[in-house]
């Protein structure tokens, strides 16, 4: 799969492998395709109500959400069908988000849509990057995505933490901030999980965008 292109990182930069191997998985799916397939808002918003993450680190989630403001990207969770259940997002990448269904409900597992950062994160189930053009779909190079994936005490996959920009405001703490957010995640579920874990506040839900 050729990647030279303008908005490829420099040419001494390697492919990670996982990226590569991603590609190898895609290769059925159709690169010009539009972008993700959306599920009905009300069925992604009982998913979200009964996703583990939301349920047991609220206060993670708020932390999530101010970083994501802070740094100016979008901020998504998913879950392990790689269906965004919640997303906060500036204004500025509204409308590309909408043009490719990356909004709650849209569905990022790679074999819908491709090498993302949500759907090669849960394939790859390690913390990636997904620098424009190593996107899969064609209406996906003009983002770079930094997932990582979360797991429930058991080392079941939960879903995935996300942030995502435009190329051109690519940050290099992207990968580091969701890296650490999902090990947080997981420390605070295996200290819930403990027999002497006290009960659990109901979360206290922060600003976020629905379809």
């Known amino acids: 799969r050729a990647k030279q292109d303008p908005l490829t990182p420099p040419a001494t930069t390697l492919v990670d492998p996982v990226v590569q191997a991603s590609w190898q998985r895609c290769v059925p799916i159709d690169t010009a395709r539009r972008g993700s397939p ?15 993450i939301r349920r047991a ?47 709650p409900g849209g569905v990022w597992h790679e074999a819908t ?7 090669t994160a849960l394939a790859a189930d390690r913390p990636v990057t997904v620098f424009a053009t190593e996107h899969w779909l064609g209406q996906v ?26 190329w ?3 940050n290099p703490l992207g990968l580091t901030t969701v890296a650490t957010m999902a090990r947080l995640i997981e420390v605070e579920l295996r200290a819930q999980d403990a027999p002497s874990a006290p009960r659990v506040a109901e979360p206290v839900e922060g600003p976020s965008r629905w379809m």
């Open 38 to 52: 959306v599920d009905p808002a009300e069925d992604t918003r009982e998913r979200w109500d009964e996703s583990p």
């Open 57 to 103: 680190v609220p206060g993670l989630i708020v932390q999530f959400e101010q970083a994501a403001r802070s740094s100016d990207l979008a901020a998504v969770i998913s879950d392990t069908d790689g269906r965004v259940l919640w997303q906060q997002i500036p204004r500025w990448l509204h409308a590309g988000a909408d043009r490719i269904g990356f909004v």
């Open 113 to 119: 849509s491709g090498t993302n950062g949500v759907g």
């Open 141 to 166: 190079n003009d983002w770079v995505c930094y997932g990582a994936p979360v797991h429930a005490p058991d080392g079941t996959q939960i879903g995935v933490i996300d942030l995502s920009t435009s």
């Open 168 to 170: 051109r405001r690519a």
